[in-house]
């Protein structure tokens, strides 16, 4: 057991943790990011990446997230891997850090906590869903809609998610077709009313998915196999993309009962900032974001993690110092 000490440690090795890793360590801050079971976040999880900023051709996720470790690990970030099992973010009681347990036992202490735990978007657990994930299965329209352009696209859900998606693709396609298992939507109102207006979009209601149909010879999704809820009958719905749009967990369990999470579970931060309402500890990424969700914006705010981790020092040894020139 050993226990590991900086002066800014980050949970989480998505582009948020990255990004706060690269801005904290050219700060002189020798960061520790701790990886958790998902090294280098959920772009890991998918291909073709078309619209982080820098790259004109479009990269593969795995390797963006490769390049930004090593980044982060060339100008002096220490990249651990350990999943944290617990924290105890009552610094006063701890000599003035916050406090984090791996589950091998390890104990890191960091003077400022950065908070990048991120947030994985819920699948239907249907066959033919992951095997088809990246080959016409998808769960984000932002990232992915633009593959689609003049092509036909499911969006499966009923919430405001789904609406949004199924409103966001119809900048790409002219052939939504969003499929509920209810007979109404859980959307707000005027979500609803705009998908409702929509003349590129179709909704198909009663219909549970029960699996995704790939095509023999090419290995891309060609269909989604649904049962109607009401009659049972059983159907296919031919496509080229389907977006699974019922929702994200964000990863904030670690922290419940010591920072206020808002009623989906994401972290609250004060408006425009990264900030907790603990003093020290902030949030960025997914984990406190469920509006924009995207690498870049990860990026951001994790860089606004950093600079604020870092005026939080700067302030508190100035505090100090200005407290024992008084004494
Ligand atoms: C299939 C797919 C495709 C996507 N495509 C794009 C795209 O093309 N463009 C785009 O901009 N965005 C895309 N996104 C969204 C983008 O990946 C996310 O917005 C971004 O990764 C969020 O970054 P993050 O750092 O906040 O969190 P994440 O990437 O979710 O990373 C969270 C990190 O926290 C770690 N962690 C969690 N719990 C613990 C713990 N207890 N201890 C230690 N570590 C922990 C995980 O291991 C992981 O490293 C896509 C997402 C998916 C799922």
């Known amino acids: ?40 976040g959920q772009l890991t999880i998918t291909t073709d990446v078309e619209n982080y900023p820098g ?8 390797w ?13 970030t220490r990249m651990l891997w350990d999943t944290i099992v617990s ?20 104990i890191y202490e960091g003077e400022t906590l950065v908070i990048a735990t991120g947030a994985q978007a819920k699948w239907l657990g ?25 092509k036909k696209v499911v969006v499966i859900g009923g919430g ?17 077709t969003l499929i509920h298992r209810r007979d109404s939507l859980r959307a707000e109102r005027i979500l609803q009313d705009r998908l409702f207006a929509h003349p590129n979009v179709k909704v198909v209601w009663n219909k549970a998915v029960d699996h995704f149909v790939g095509h023999a010879e090419n290995g891309q999704l060609m269909a989604v196999a649904v049962t109607d809820t009401v009659t049972g009958e059983k159907s296919e719905i031919a496509t080229d993309g389907a977006f699974v749009a019922i929702g994200h967990a964000p990863a904030t369990s670690l922290f419940e009962g010591q920072l206020d999470t808002d009623d989906s579970g994401y972290l609250v931060v004060t408006p425009g900032t990264p900030k907790t309402r603990i003093p020290g500890v902030f949030a960025c990424g997914d984990v406190m974001d469920h509006t924009y969700r995207q690498a870049v914006t990860a990026a951001g705010t994790g860089c ?24």
């Not at 924290?87 to 390890?106: M, Q, S, T, W």
């Not at 249907?126 to 689609?148: I, N, Q, R």
């Not at 005026?311 to 100090?320: G, M, V």
Request: glycine letters at 12%; aromatic letters at 6%.
């Open 126 to 150: 249907v066959p033919g869903e992951m095997e088809l994930s990246g080959k016409g299965v998808s769960a984000c329209a932002t990232c992915d809609g633009f593959f689609y352009r003049g």
């Open 1 to 40: 057991m050993t226990t590991h000490t900086t002066r800014m440690l980050i949970i989480g090795s998505g582009p948020a943790g990255l990004s706060a890793a690269i801005y904290g360590a050219r700060a002189g801050m020798k960061p520790i990011v701790v990886q958790g079971l998902q090294p280098g």
């Open 160 to 176: 405001n998610t789904a609406v949004e998606e199924a409103l966001y693709l119809t900048n790409h396609s002219q052939d939504v």
């Open 304 to 327: 606004m993690a950093a600079l604020d981790a870092e005026r939080y020092l700067q302030a508190k040894e100035f505090d100090e110092m200005a407290k024992e020139a008084a004494e």
């Open 55 to 62: 790259f004109r051709d479009v990269i593969q996720g795995p």
């Open 87 to 106: 924290v105890d973010l009552d610094a006063d009681a701890n000599g003035g850090v916050f406090r984090a347990v791996g589950d091998g036992g390890d």
């Open 64 to 76: 963006l997230m490769q390049e930004m470790e090593a980044q982060a690990v060339h100008v002096g």
